[in-house]
């Protein structure tokens, strides 16, 4: 049945979400469906919220500042559980930083968290740019749970106070394991940045039992491409 409603504009929307239910469009919600889609009264499109499945809702009013919307049909239900999937990442220049949010979020990371490290070169976020680029992303790719923005954080913090799941280090140039060769699925990424990891966050890293080294192969890739080839590994694996 979704497939019949897979080309309709998908929008993210906080409220809860329940059959029969009404959508209020504040005035951005409304301005995009009236001047960016040029969708009018009566016209359908899809939402979810992140934690109750997929709707289809139908526009009833579309004025300047506000709108209505109501739920005609529920298109999917929420999964009842998803394993993490969590993005330790060194801050990037924009627009590679821009081309790494995206794709972890197609490539399905629960939880991104922004990490300083010694060679970070940009040092600063814009988090309502970045939730921006989630939402967006989450949306165009279908996926029905939005990834978790963390405070930016030091690397010192961030493993200091990690929960203890198995976190692997994506290592270069060091003594590592091939990432395709580990057992068990990987749940947490650690990139460094484009400068790479210095020796005394080596070190660190080396002395915590919940970090695993490991290699990506021989040649050297950017941070993001690094990210992608994790994440992408990740989320070709039965789970
Ligand atoms: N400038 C550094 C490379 C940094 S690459 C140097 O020349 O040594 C940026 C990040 O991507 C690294 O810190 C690491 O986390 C990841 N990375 C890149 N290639 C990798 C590989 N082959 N194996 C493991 N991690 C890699």
Redesign the pocket.
């Known amino acids: 049945m979704s497939e019949l409603y897979g080309t309709l504009q998908r929008l993210y929307v906080r409220e809860d979400l329940a059959a029969e239910g009404v959508i209020l469009l504040d005035s951005k919600a409304c301005h995009y469906f009236k001047n960016v889609l040029r969708r009018q009264e009566g016209e359908s499109f899809r939402v979810f919220n992140g934690r109750d499945g997929e709707f289809i809702a139908r526009i009833e009013t579309l004025g300047k500042k506000e709108g209505r919307a109501c739920i005609v049909l529920k298109l999917k239900d929420q999964p009842a559980t998803v394993l993490p999937l969590h993005l330790l990442f060194s801050p990037l220049k924009k627009d590679r930083m821009d081309f790494l949010i995206e794709k972890a979020v197609e490539l399905g990371v629960t939880d991104l968290h922004p990490v300083l490290m010694r060679r970070t070169s940009n040092r600063k976020i814009n988090e309502d740019r970045l939730h921006a680029q989630i939402i967006e992303a989450a949306e165009q790719c279908e996926r029905l749970t939005m990834p978790t923005l963390h405070p930016l954080s030091s690397l010192e913090r961030v493993i200091t106070s990690w929960s203890g799941l198995p976190l692997c280090w994506?290592?270069?140039?060091g003594n590592?394991q091939e990432l395709g060769t580990l057992t068990e699925i990987p749940q947490a990424f650690?990139?460094?940045?484009?400068?790479?990891?210095d020796e005394a966050e080596c070190a660190f890293l080396e002395s915590k039992t919940a970090v695993k080294a490991?290699?990506?192969?021989?040649?050297?890739?950017?941070?993001e491409t690094?990210a992608l080839v994790c994440l992408a590994y990740r989320s070709l694996l039965p789970s």
């Open positions: 994506a290592r270069e140039r590592a650690l990139l460094g940045p484009e400068g790479g990891f490991v290699s990506l192969g021989e040649r050297i890739y950017r941070a690094a």
